[in-house]
């Protein structure tokens, strides 16, 4: 069974730089790739980048592209999303999760394996 845990959430002023981890133990046949979603308080949660099981390719939402980069160090099964230019809009509690099936890296319901989640609050 796969097990996620980010961290790395922490409180910033807005123009900081956070970057966040993610450690995942055990392996799926399943497994296409790793992800991050975002979810702020009263909103659902969405998409925020990707990137392939052999790291490959990556995939943001519009909204983080030019700012935010993930990587994988697939030696030590970690994930990373440095976020720079951070704005208060960006203030939510991060996930990471492990994509097991689909195309469309969008959806959270092509992810399995979820984390506890890490908050990251910007303020301006």
């Known amino acids: 069974q796969v097990q996620v845990v980010e961290s790395g959430g922490r409180l910033v002023q807005a123009g900081e730089s956070v970057r966040l981890s993610c450690a995942a133990s055990g392996r799926t046949l399943r497994t296409s790739g790793m992800g991050w979603f975002r979810q702020a308080p009263g909103m659902e949660r969405e998409f925020v980048s990707g990137?392939?099981?052999?790291?490959?390719?990556?995939y943001y939402a519009d909204s983080v592209k030019g700012r935010f980069t993930i990587s994988r160090d697939a030696a030590k099964d970690t994930v990373y999303l440095q976020m720079n230019n951070l704005k208060p809009e960006d203030t939510a509690v991060y996930y990471c999760?492990?994509?097991?099936?689909?195309?469309?890296?969008?959806?959270?319901?092509?992810?399995?394996?979820w984390g506890q989640g890490t908050q990251v609050t910007v303020s301006s």
């Open positions: 990137v392939t099981w052999s790291g490959a390719f990556t």
């Open positions: 999760a492990v994509k097991t099936r689909g195309s469309e890296w969008y959806r959270a319901t092509h992810y399995d394996y």
